[in-house]
């Protein structure tokens, strides 16, 4: 109930006590169901790093126990904090396993599950309108109109959105697509989210002002405390489309924010997009003077590791392809390499050995 209400914390308390309880009555499988849906909610809580040993740790615990109906349901439940914290990989290996051990042993309601974790992951389709809400896996379909949006497949996204709303509210939204209902029909999370896509629509139709308002209604229901993690990404979305719309000035300051609160949080490859977005403001950080880039240079440098085409970077940073190839002429010049796998390599080794978050090699698209 909790969980549906969008109250993690308190669907956490109710879960301590009876994963508490049930280890006190012997209860196995009811300790590990309990425990698996403590996960989901630490996850809603953006304690990933506790959801994820915790669904790991009962999923183990389920393997060895022999407790094969509970493997479907634990292996979807891991995937989401694995993802949050940057373990992409991980993540997709749980939630294929989900959907394998579930069609092997006929487990209808695992199957759903791994169908959502999948989704969520950007390896499946989102669930039907109404089909979004699982108490072991959050919804996919706010991360799907995030994908259509940044592909430009717009009327689709918002369709997507109205169907979201309409699912939370009774509510169609306005032709705009806003993504605003009724307050308090879930909680401020929820509604934040909806309002901060609906933005993200706007901004796409190149329509900022709307955008920038519709940012700043979904900023006042979360700010000061009520859900950093969604606050953190408002903060981001507004910060980029002040950048986009030439307020070089204003931008840093919600990009710095966001900043914060995801490096807080552990959400890395978050922290890095903001980073991107502050050094395409023209501000200078430790790896250009490490590297000798500018920041502009810096940016192609870092998307270029990430796997982008020229033509994704441009669209990324709003430059046209003939920027990108001279900034790239120029990066390999400073660099003295050339080529695009040289670069990439260059980066990581720059960031102590490790690949970008997200890193796919050269030639490959990166996600959007």
């Known amino acids: 109930m909790w969980l549906g209400r969008d109250e993690p914390e308190r669907a956490c308390a109710v879960l301590r006590r009876v994963v508490a309880r049930d280890g006190k009555a012997g209860l196995t499988h009811h300790r590990l169901l309990a425990t ?19 669904a790991e740790g009962a999923l183990a615990e389920a393997v060895a126990l022999g407790q094969r109906w509970l493997l479907p349901l634990l292996l979807a439940v891991c995937a989401a904090p694995l993802a949050a914290l940057g373990r992409d990989e991980a993540a997709l290996g749980h939630a294929r396993a989900a959907m394998s051990v579930a069609r092997r042993l006929r ?3 695992g199957e759903a599950q791994a169908v ?20 072991f896996v959050p919804d996919p379909r706010p991360r799907r109109i995030e994908a259509l949006i940044a592909a430009g497949h717009l009327s689709e996204a918002e369709r997507l959105l109205a169907a979201l709303c309409e699912a939370g509210t009774g509510d169609r939204p306005g032709r705009t697509a806003t993504g605003e209902d009724k307050a308090g029909s879930t909680g401020a999370r929820g509604r934040a989210e909806r309002v901060r896509l609906g933005g993200l629509l706007l ?12 940012f700043e209604r979904a900023l006042a229901l979360v700010e000061h405390g009520v859900c950093p993690l969604e606050e953190a ?18 931008a840093p300051g919600r990009l710095a924010a966001a900043r914060a609160v995801f490096v807080r949080l552990g959400a890395r490859s978050q922290a890095e997009h903001c980073l991107r977005e502050l050094e395409a ?7 250009t003077a490490r590297l000798g880039l500018t920041p502009q240079e810096l940016s192609t440098a870092t998307l270029v590791a990430h796997g982008l085409t020229n033509r994704q970077i441009a669209a990324e940073l709003l430059i046209s392809v ?20 040289a670069l990439a390599a260059k980066v990581t080794a720059d960031e102590g050995g490790r690949p970008p978050s997200g890193f796919r090699p050269p030639g490959r698209a990166g996600r959007p």
């Open 116 to 135: 959502m974790a999948l989704a969520l992951l950007g390896a499946g389709d989102a669930p039907p309108a109404g089909d979004g809400v699982s108490p």
């Open 281 to 287: 403001c023209g501000l200078e950080t430790p790896a």
């Open 203 to 214: 901004a796409a139709r190149n329509e900022p002002g709307p955008a920038e308002q519709s």
């Open 107 to 109: 487990h209808v309601f």
């Open 322 to 341: 003939k920027t990108v190839e001279y900034h790239l002429g120029k990066i390999y010049t400073k660099l003295g390499i050339g080529s695009r796998v």
């Open 233 to 250: 990404r408002v903060l981001l979305d507004l910060g980029r489309l002040l950048r986009r719309t030439g307020r070089r000035r204003a």
């Open 36 to 54: 698996g849906l403590l996960a989901a909610a630490e996850h809603r809580a953006a304690r990933w790093d506790d959801a994820a040993a915790r």
